[in-house]
C-alpha cells in the first residue's frame, strides 16, 4: 500500500528540541523530493520545507519562521523523512504533515501533533 | 514570496448548485518554456490530510469527480464545483509550486446552505 506515516509529535517546552518523522511505503522513496507542511489549530496550510532527491543533490529548502532551526534529512535505506525541530516557539504548535512534493503534493501521511507549552 | 489570496473566505451553497472558488496570486505562476500554470487546489475535510484535487490549474486527479474543474492562467484561477454534493463540504486552498517557498492561500470554508 502507497502510504505516509508520520510519528514522533508530542508536548515539549519552549526552546526545546523535537524530531517528527514520517514512513514512506508502497512507492520508490529514493527517487520521490519530499515536503513538511503544518497545520495550527483552526488556521490554514503553512509550507515548512522540502528535500529534494539524492541524485537531484539531496538538499533542503526551508521557510523563513523555521530557517535556521528546523532540519529535513532523510534516510533513503529506511525510506524515511525526518524534521528535526530545534528552538521551538509557542508559534510552532501545529499538525506537521508530510507530503510528497514534484511540485504540487499528491500523497499525504495523516499527520502528527507537535505542541508547544510551558 | 508568492502570496496567495483566495476569495471568498467562506461560501455558502444550496445542493446541486454551482460553487466558485477564487485564488490570485501576486505575481503569475505560468512558466513560460512550457506555458504551464503551477497551481494546484487541495481539499481538506475536518481530522483529515489535504488532498489533491486539481493539479496544473485545470488537469483533475485520478478519481476527483468531474464536476469539479478549474481555470484561469496567470495570476488568476478559479475552482469550480458544477452541482454540489454534501461530500463535498470542506476547505479549499490553492497552492503555487512555481517557486520556493511553495505558498498557499489561507483557504476558502464551503457549507451547504
Known amino acids: 500500500e502507497v502510504q505516509l506515516v508520520e510519528s514522533g509529535g508530542g508536548l515539549v517546552k519552549p526552546g526545546g528540541s523535537l524530531r517528527v518523522s514520517c514512513a514512506a511505503s508502497g512507492f520508490t522513496f529514493s527517487d520521490a523530493w519530499m515536503t513538511w507542511v503544518r497545520q495550527a489549530p483552526g488556521k490554514g496550510l503553512e509550507w515548512v520545507g522540502r528535500i529534494k532527491s539524492k541524485i537531484h543533490g539531496g538538499t533542503a529548502d526551508y521557510a523563513a519562521p523555521v530557517k535556521d532551526r528546523f532540519t529535513i534529512s532523510r534516510d533513503d535505506s529506511k525510506n524515511t523523512l525526518y524534521l528535526e525541530m530545534n528552538s521551538l516557539k509557542i508559534e510552532d504548535t501545529a499538525v506537521y504533515y508530510c507530503?510528497?512534493?514534484?511540485?504540487?503534493?499528491?500523497?499525504w501521511g495523516q499527520g502528527t501533533l507537535v505542541s508547544v507549552s510551558t | 514570496d508568492i502570496v496567495m489570496t483566495q476569495s471568498p473566505d467562506s461560501l455558502a451553497v444550496s445542493l446541486g448548485e454551482r460553487a466558485t472558488i477564487n485564488c490570485k496570486s501576486s505575481?503569475?505562476?505560468?512558466?513560460?518554456?512550457?506555458?504551464?500554470?503551477?497551481l494546484a487546489w487541495y481539499q481538506q475535510k475536518p481530522g483529515q490530510p489535504p488532498k489533491l484535487v486539481i493539479s496544473w490549474a485545470s488537469t483533475r486527479e485520478s478519481g476527483v469527480p468531474d464536476r469539479f474543474s478549474g481555470s484561469g492562467s496567470g495570476t488568476d484561477f478559479t475552482l469550480t464545483i458544477s452541482s454540489l454534493q454534501a461530500e463535498d463540504v470542506a476547505v479549499y486552498y490553492c497552492?503555487?509550486?512555481?517557486?520556493?517557498?511553495?505558498?498557499f492561500g489561507q483557504g476558502t470554508k464551503l457549507e451547504v446552505k
Open positions: 497552492q503555487q509550486y512555481y517557486t520556493t517557498p511553495r505558498t
Open positions: 507530503a510528497t512534493e514534484d511540485g504540487r503534493s499528491a500523497l
Open positions: 505575481q503569475s505562476v505560468l512558466y513560460s518554456s512550457n506555458n504551464k500554470d503551477y
